[in-house]
């Protein structure tokens, strides 16, 4: 059974910077599309970044990229997201995420099956 537990919110003022992990079991996550979503009340849920563990390929939603870098470790199984430059709009809670179909990959966060239970990360101005 997959299980992701994420950690590393918390608050900071615009311009700061987070870590989120994700720590990883009960799959070999091979050729397969790691990610992070977001959500804040009221609204939906949305990618913002993915990782595809056949290529060590990277995918972002275009309000991140050039801020946020997700990287896997697969000896660890631990997925991380870099986060700079953050903004009040990046506030909300962090999920990881899994495809579990393999050999496909994007931020879309309906292709994902296996969620962890989130992580709060606030930004204030």
């Known amino acids: 059974q997959v299980k992701l537990v994420e950690s590393g919110g918390g608050s900071v003022h615009a311009g700061g910077s987070l870590r989120l992990s994700c720590a990883a079991s009960g799959d070999t996550f091979a050729s397969t599309c790691m990610g992070w979503a977001r959500q804040t009340p009221g609204m939906a849920r949305e990618g913002v970044a993915a990782?595809?563990?056949?290529?060590?390929?990277?995918y972002y939603d275009s309000d991140v990229k050039g801020r946020f870098t997700i990287s896997w470790d697969k000896v660890a199984k631990t997925l991380t997201l870099e986060m700079s430059d953050l903004k009040p709009e990046d506030t909300g809670m962090y999920y990881c995420a899994a495809d579990l179909r393999r050999y496909r990959c994007s931020v879309d966060e309906r292709d994902f099956q296996a969620w962890g239970q989130g992580t709060q990360v606030t930004v204030s101005s």
């Open positions: 990782f595809y563990t056949g290529a060590d390929s990277t």
